[in-house]
């Protein structure tokens, strides 16, 4: 939950009313509305991972990159180095994604900013082969502190965080925040809920909401129809647009498990059940192609988390300028 009133940035100008114009142009009627910009606030757009659709994730390229394709905002992992400083990298392997091993821990942010974090991203040639185009040109894995600076004052910034225990990462980060005066234009996400409880000695802290609540008040709107426990004014929120979901049904003898894949969460029901309250921000993440993004504005979410802001930016353009929802 956040802890004050005012948002990072007007991710959505009315959004209620805005959200109330989308519900009844997406839901209920048999005949099409042409949804014009004057009617409809578009999703914005979040670099995943500043965009790691487009150039290697969480580096300083990937982020220019993502400015450069004019994304709204920019999403970064955060783990520690083993001497405490926050840095921009998210599996639990280095080997993952650079041409070293073992964990972010492990080294130094020195040793880090020397390893080639673009060592594994592969774009296709012009025989459309297979390349490696960082290989011969390293890109390190940068501080957040450096990324902070790097990234215009008014463009927000989203934090997921990754490594635990939480409270040293929490420490750790809200140095780095204080040093930057970068809390207003921070936004902090985990799918840890602990990250919660070590960021309440920062009132400045500005947090989604734990994702078990989000999950739990979902299952529940597309499950039993009902709205339970919307969040509170001025909350942010963020699931995947498309998950797959187990069913899970309990028996004197045991359980049945049936799996749905690519359920959508964000139904216009659910919507309008999380903003209940004034002031909820909602982020439908993983929304990678233009249909998921139409439905996502359809569906009246705040913002959308795409990995790469170059082929999705032309679509937010489009739905600036007109948009039919069935």
Known sequence: MTRQTTSIRPLLASAAACAALLLNACGGNSEARTITHAQMAVPQLIAHRGGTGDAPENTMIAIRTALANRADAIWLTVQLSGDGVPVLYRPADLSALTDARGTVASKSAAELARVN????????????????????????????????????????????????????????????????????????????????????????????????ATRGRLATAALAHRCEAP??????????WRRQVDLVEQFTLGEARSTVADATLWSSEAVQCFRTNPGVHIVAIAVNNEADYRAAACAGVDAVLADSPRQMAPVREALRVGHTCP
């Open 117 to 212: 974090a673009g060592w594994q991203f592969k774009t296709l040639d012009a025989s459309g082969r297979d390349a490696y185009p960082y290989r011969s040109a390293p890109v390190g894995i940068p501080t957040l502190a450096e990324a902070l600076a790097a990234i215009p004052p008014e463009v927000p910034v989203m934090l997921d965080m990754k490594a635990l225990p939480a409270e040293p990462q929490a420490v750790a980060v809200a140095h780095v925040l204080d040093q930057a005066g970068a809390w207003e234009r921070v936004q902090i996400y985990s799918t840890d809920a602990s990250y919660q409880q070590a960021f309440a000695a920062w009132p400045r802290a500005r947090l989604f909401e734990s994702r078990d």
């Open 231 to 240: 969040p509170p004014a001025n909350t942010w929120t963020g699931f995947e």
